[in-house]
């Protein structure tokens, strides 16, 4: 390919993805990427990552809007902003003339997709889509065994998507992504990537889809005598409830502060990363919320099954019921089966009528998360822009997994009545944003 060139980049967004993952893979690759402007309407998080970037005070903004109402000031936008942002931000960057990293999921909204899509191609814009499954080394392992033909001709796929109940109380209890009305449902916000990675794995994109699935615990029902709204405020039971707040973000063994430092999950509660910080955050904001107190209303679990275009049948299960937070999967074919722990890197082939293969693949780098996965896709995005070539996860080819996760709510909506996928999205007409 030839050397790569570093890459400016303009961030919509620093939070978790955009300052924790992306600004600080800058800072570890400055021959790969620079920062050289940032939106966010967090002061405290906006001055860091500028005094950390040496970025012009004029390049940062409160708002996506106001630094994409300016010249272009980078080759690349990268959309980190929330759910129901996401189309309206990088259609402004696209008509400014930048190419884009999108973070998942596009939009809940299928018309803004279909609309995001028609606007990518009529201005040429590469736009990359943050479904990194694809770019992790099992998956690419798991991938070339079924092209090489080592499990024969694929005929059913199993896969679980393990959220962790701490990682289900955080995010879709307490957190940003707890009302389907305001980003997502949880199957296209948690899950738009294992729907991808099934497309993928398939080599096939969803035909017809059925799901079930619903709040099963995370509500005033299940409230114990005693609680109250605020976990530090009061409550009688904290002792006893595995959802306390100061248990999960500060005193567990895997999640806490006090074992782990300020993780990815105390960078979301508070601007402050000491424990004082901390715990002045789990008495005043909502992720110190009791969890049968909240105004949730995603669901805590929903399986799906799934007809591909080409016959493979799938199924899928995502529950936030679990003490590890991992995916596992099973694939099916007409010589061997794999199973395969997909956290631990870990898989085994079974040629039929012979021994197990045991398969266990090293990751150098897991900076970033996913198991690896974020950080190729930046190598790859960045070298595939300079040097020609469509990204793995180009948006036309992403949004496949967006309709059949949207289908598959709409399903369950429907009691599990069957959706067909296409049919579906043809029945809404892109809208501009």
């Known amino acids: 390919m030839g050397e790569t060139k570093t890459t400016t980049v303009v961030i919509a967004g620093l939070g978790g993805r955009g300052r924790i993952t992306y600004a600080a893979f800058a800072l570890r690759h400055p021959e790969l990427m620079k920062v050289t402007g940032a939106a966010d309407m967090n002061t405290a998080r906006r001055e860091e990552v500028r005094l950390a970037h040496a970025i012009p005070g004029e390049n940062c903004f409160e708002t996506a809007e106001e630094m994409f109402a300016k010249p272009k000031m980078a080759d690349m936008a990268f959309i980190c902003t929330q759910d129901a942002d996401h189309v309206r931000h990088a259609a402004m960057a696209i008509r400014q003339g930048y190419d884009i990293l999108l973070e998942k999921p596009v939009s809940a909204d299928i018309a803004a997709c279909r609309y995001l899509d028609a606007l990518a191609r009529e201005r040429k814009a590469k736009v990359t889509v943050c479904h990194v499954l694809r770019y992790t080394p099992f998956f690419r392992r798991v991938k070339q065994m079924i092209d090489d033909g080592a499990l024969g001709d694929i005929v059913s796929i199993q896969a679980s998507e393990n959220v962790g109940y701490w990682h289900q109380s955080h995010s879709f209890v307490r957190g940003n992504w707890r009302r389907a009305d305001q980003t997502s449902p949880m199957i296209l916000a948690k899950c738009c990537h294992d729907m991808d990675m099934l497309i993928w794995l398939a080599s096939s994109p969803c035909e017809w889809v059925s799901s079930f699935g619903d709040i099963a615990y995370f509500n005033l029902a299940h409230a114990p005598q005693g609680s109250t709204d605020f976990c530090l405020k009061g409550c009688k039971v904290r002792e006893s409830c595995l959802y306390d707040a100061e248990k999960i973000y500060v005193r567990n063994q895997v999640t806490g502060y006090d074992h782990n430092g300020a993780g990815w999950m ?81 898989m085994t082939l079974y040629r039929f009528g012979q021994e197990p293969e045991p398969i266990h693949l090293h990751v150098d780098e897991k900076m970033g998360g996913h198991n690896g996965g974020d950080y190729v896709m930046l190598r790859e995005m960045f070298a595939l822009r300079q040097h020609g070539g469509e990204s793995a996860t180009a948006l036309s080819q992403s949004l496949e997994s967006h309709y059949m996760a949207m289908a598959a709510e709409e399903s369950r909506r429907m009691e599990g009545q069957r959706v067909n996928v296409r049919a579906f999205v043809e029945s809404f007409q892109a809208q501009p944003q």
């Open 266 to 346: 105390q960078q979301a509660v508070m601007a402050d990363p000491t424990e004082e910080g901390l715990l002045h955050a789990l008495e005043t904001s909502p992720y110190g919320r009791c969890v049968f107190r909240c105004d949730n209303d995603v669901v805590d679990h929903q399986v799906v099954t799934a007809k591909m275009n080409n016959g493979i049948t799938v199924s899928f299960s995502m529950c936030g019921f679990n003490e590890l937070n991992h995916r596992m999967i099973h694939i099916m074919g007409t010589k061997a089966d794999l199973i395969g722990d997909v956290d631990a890197d870990q």
